[in-house]
């Protein structure tokens, strides 16, 4: 399958119903910032560069479709674009990262958000973990 543009997340995005964040000052800075809370509660993020430019790396896709928008496979993705139709999410679809472990994170393990939001959950929560059980100065 091909890699999909930036503009082509921006368009899930909006099929798929996520609000669009902005910054305190109202500026979106170089990215687009979305946010998606399930039916479970859980809360997905991502982000979409201003570029017009495809993803280049395979990778950073695989785990933009599976991580940050929840998504069961890559062609839920493109099914959504093609129907635009929102996806149907059952109980086993994975979960994001919690919104209060991203803000914890930010604010007091001292991540910059980009590096919050990049990490994966299990990630996320190792990261916690580790800055809980660990001495501070």
Known sequence: MPQPTFDEIRRFCEIDGWSKKESARGKTGDHDRY????????????????????????????????????????????????TSSPVQ?????????????????IHQVGLTEDVALSLSPEEAAARWERFITSPHD
Do not use: M, Y
């Open 35 to 82: 946010v998606k809370r399930l039916r479970d509660g859980s809360i997905l993020r991502t982000k979409a560069s201003h570029s017009k430019d495809q993803i280049g790396d395979p990778r950073l896709w695989h785990r933009i479709w599976k991580e940050q928008l929840g998504l069961e496979s890559e062609e839920q993705f493109w099914a959504a674009i093609r």
């Open 89 to 105: 999410r059952d109980a086993e679809a994975p979960r994001g990262t919690p919104d209060w472990l991203i803000r914890r994170l």
